[in-house]
């Protein structure tokens, strides 16, 4: 028996030159039109600076980060199976090496950013095989408790504001790369220009993270780290390395994390240790986003950011009413739509715009053969 790899499917015939009689799917004619689709979408979000409202943009760069926050959660916990409550070490750890990197050492905030994932990544490896030795709720548990203790040592730089945190003044972001272009291009100015820039920064993070997870997911080691997650013993026994997997998914997501807490700590440019590593603004509402859209899917974090964005926009006035709204709203979907509302989707209509899943079904050939055999 021969089988085929192509980048959507694996085929699966008789032998050498056989025509395939099954073949394995992940992606569909729906899909690629929905691939296309996006595309334009993302054109259209690269352009919108041109017509947009300072307001508006800087809405975006909110939804784009907690899209590009969700997806990392949603990865980690839903397809790896470690549930964690403290992403928001990674969140504050990139804002506090963002600070430190412009206001101590002058580097341009654009170049910092990467530094800033970099810093999360090493502590990321460091705490790796710490909380590796818990399970499940201690786990979820450890990684709060690794967060409380970031915080708190944070909060002891004395040369980033320690416990009442700082601001990085506009003078530190006057020579911003790419800053002056945007000026030039669409009339504005430096502050304004300065949130065109991050909006392109946050949208490109939010695009990357998206694709990535996208890529991963639907390949060799997406589908041994779902077997390690489903059952660990068996993925073991068939040569799967379940720790090393889950190991790298852990670094690589502190990371973008890291990444993405520079980049909003950028656009406030108003850090302090509370804010930095809040439970509420980055877990507590990634969790919501996931819950929302639906774990294990990649559009369900982008229903249930919209969701959020349009709650926060409509209720703020309401002081912390939007809250209980979000708590409602959670405990409703989780006890009527298990799966979140795109799952829902999935289940009653079988869309699917962006697969993850596998489907085994026969070919054209195969269903031929199979009415063959049945006639003799």
């Given at each position: 028996?021969?089988?085929?790899?192509?980048?959507?499917?694996v085929e699966i015939g008789r032998g050498a030159g056989a025509a395939p009689l099954?073949?394995?799917?992940?992606?569909?004619?729906?899909?690629?039109?929905?691939?296309?689709?996006?595309?334009?979408?993302?054109?259209?979000?690269?352009?919108?600076?041109?017509?947009?409202?300072?307001?508006?943009?800087?809405?975006?760069?909110?939804?784009?980060?907690?899209?590009?926050?969700?997806?990392?959660?949603?990865?980690?916990?839903?397809?790896?199976?470690?549930?964690?409550?403290?992403?928001?070490?990674?969140?504050?750890?990139?804002?506090?090496?963002?600070?430190?990197?412009?206001?101590?050492?002058?580097?341009?905030?654009?170049?910092?950013?990467?530094?800033?994932?970099?810093?999360?990544?090493?502590?990321?490896?460091?705490?790796?095989?710490?909380?590796?030795?818990?399970?499940?709720?201690?786990?979820?548990?450890?990684?709060?408790?690794?967060?409380?203790?970031?915080?708190?040592?944070?909060?002891?730089?004395?040369?980033?504001?320690?416990?009442?945190?700082?601001?990085?003044?506009?003078?530190?972001?006057?020579?911003?790369?790419?800053?002056?272009?945007?000026?030039?291009?669409?009339?504005?100015?430096?502050?304004?220009?300065?949130?065109?820039?991050?909006?392109?920064?946050?949208?490109?993070?939010?695009?990357?993270?998206?694709?990535?997870?996208?890529?991963?997911?639907?390949?060799?080691?997406?589908?041994?780290?779902?077997?390690?997650?489903?059952?660990?013993?068996?993925?073991?026994?068939?040569?799967?390395?379940?720790?090393?997997?889950?190991?790298?998914?852990?670094?690589?997501?502190?990371?973008?994390?890291?990444?993405?807490?520079?980049?909003?700590?950028?656009?406030?440019?108003?850090?302090?240790?509370?804010?930095?590593?809040?439970?509420?603004?980055?877990?507590?509402?990634?969790?919501?986003?996931?819950?929302?859209?639906?774990?294990?899917?990649?559009?369900?974090?982008?229903?249930?950011?919209?969701?959020?964005?349009?709650?926060?926009?409509?209720?703020?006035?309401?002081?912390?009413?939007?809250?209980?709204?979000?708590?409602?709203?959670?405990?409703?979907?989780?006890?009527?739509?298990?799966?979140?509302?795109?799952?829902?989707?999935?289940?009653?209509?079988?869309?699917r715009l962006f697969p993850t899943q596998r489907v085994l079904s026969r070919t054209?050939?195969?269903?031929?053969?199979?009415?063959?055999?049945?006639?003799?």
């Amino acid at each position: 028996m021969s089988v085929t790899a192509a980048r959507d499917k694996v085929e699966i015939g008789r032998g050498a030159g056989a025509a395939p009689l099954w073949q394995v799917r992940v992606g569909t004619p729906l899909s690629r039109a929905a691939a296309i689709g996006a595309l334009a979408v993302v054109v259209a979000l690269v352009l919108l600076p041109a017509v947009a409202s300072r307001n508006l943009i800087q809405d975006l760069i909110f939804v784009f980060t907690m899209l590009a926050l969700a997806q990392l959660w949603n990865v980690l916990a839903g397809w790896g199976g470690l549930v964690s409550v403290g992403q928001q070490a990674f969140v504050g750890l990139g804002a506090y090496a963002l600070f430190a990197g412009v206001v101590t050492l002058g580097i341009d905030p654009v170049f910092t950013i990467p530094l800033a994932g970099l810093l999360a990544a090493v502590v990321a490896a460091v705490l790796g095989p710490l909380l590796f030795r818990l399970e499940g709720p201690y786990f979820a548990i450890g990684s709060w408790v690794a967060a409380e203790a970031l915080r708190l040592i944070c909060a002891q730089f004395k040369t980033l504001g320690g416990g009442t945190g700082m601001s990085i003044s506009p003078s530190d972001l006057s020579q911003m790369i790419g800053l002056k272009s945007a000026q030039a291009l669409f009339g504005l100015r430096p502050a304004a220009a300065r949130d065109v820039l991050i909006y392109w920064i946050a949208l490109l993070l939010a695009v990357a993270v998206t694709l990535g997870i996208t890529a991963f997911v639907r390949s060799r080691m997406g589908l041994a780290l779902a077997a390690s997650r489903d059952n660990a013993a068996a993925a073991r026994s068939v040569g799967v390395r379940t720790g090393r997997i889950r190991y790298l998914l852990w670094i690589v997501v502190a990371f973008a994390t890291g990444m993405v807490g520079a980049v909003v700590y950028l656009q406030k440019a108003r850090i302090s240790p509370d804010a930095a590593f809040s439970v509420t603004d980055w877990t507590a509402y990634v969790i919501f986003i996931v819950v929302i859209g639906g774990v294990r899917t990649i559009e369900g974090p982008m229903i249930g950011v919209l969701t959020l964005w349009g709650l926060i926009t409509y209720l703020a006035q309401y002081g912390s009413l939007y809250l209980v709204v979000l708590g409602i709203i959670a405990i409703l979907i989780m006890l009527f739509m298990p799966k979140g509302v795109w799952g829902e989707i999935e289940r009653r209509w079988g869309i699917r715009l962006f697969p993850t899943q596998r489907v085994l079904s026969r070919t054209s050939c195969g269903s031929d053969l199979a009415k063959n055999d049945l006639a003799k």
